[in-house]
């Protein structure tokens, strides 16, 4: 099991630039989440998918992010256009929507906004 | 509002002591509370989880101890080590923990075991 695959691990990009992050879960895990960490604001909840569709995206901070999940094997978060304050360390994780198995973290994105 | 409120914010323990992280809820709903170990670099990692229907659950040196009365929950590291060095969070949720009933986190706290 090679566990939740997340890319680039460090991406660093120019002001007002797009910014796509990818996502590959545990296969058999029917539920994703993307998660943001930062010093200030701790782990926060941006959207989470069961079975690839979009449950819960009331943490989605503007709309400049936006998620997608076309299959259950992949899913992208969106930021267009970049902002400084968007930096930070983005989690994606999988779990089965039924029993408690826990989520799995990815290693994460490390975005800097220059 | 945070739905889970953790203390203390950051831990610092001498080789063989004890680690208590304390958490705090105010939702009579949740009904799973577990914790998460978090390494530099690394996503955070499901360390023990505990419902509320025991008061205290034990994994090797970690234990969780539950108060469904108080609304709080604590995890002991006994004999803490300095491989323990990390941040470790929280969590609560509804729903027996399934995806149908999110996870909510606290703030995190890091823990430091200096040898």
């Known amino acids: 099991d090679a566990g939740v695959i997340q890319s680039p691990r460090h991406e660093v990009t120019e002001m007002g630039q797009e910014v796509t992050l990818r996502c590959k879960p545990i296969s058999g895990h029917n539920s994703l989440f993307w998660y943001r960490q930062t010093m200030m604001r701790g782990l926060e909840l941006l959207i989470y998918?069961?079975?690839?569709?979009?449950?819960?995206d009331s943490g989605m901070p503007e709309d400049r992010f936006s998620a997608k999940m076309p299959n259950a094997s992949f899913s992208t978060l969106k930021i267009q256009p970049s902002e400084p304050r968007d930096s930070a360390v983005y989690f994606c994780?999988?779990?089965?929507?039924?029993?408690?198995?826990?989520?799995?973290f990815g290693s994460g994105t490390r975005l800097t906004v220059v | 509002q945070q739905q889970v409120k953790q203390s203390p914010q950051s831990l610092i323990v001498q080789k063989g002591g004890i680690s208590i992280i304390n958490c705090a809820y105010e939702?009579?709903?949740?009904?799973?509370f577990p914790w998460y170990q978090q390494f530099p670099g690394k996503g955070p990692a499901l360390l023990i989880a505990i419902r509320p229907d025991v008061s205290e659950k034990k994994e090797g040196r970690f234990t969780i101890s539950f108060n469904k009365s108080a609304k709080q929950f604590s995890l002991h590291i006994m004999d803490s080590q300095p491989g323990d060095s990390a941040t470790y969070f929280c969590a609560a949720s509804k729903d027996g923990g399934s995806t149908l009933g999110r996870l909510y986190f606290g703030r995190g706290t890091q823990l430091t075991v200096w040898p």
């Open positions: 994780a999988s779990s089965r929507i039924q029993g408690t198995y826990g989520y799995t």
């Open positions: 998918f069961n079975n690839n569709v979009p449950i819960d």
């Open positions: 939702n009579t709903a949740f009904d799973y």
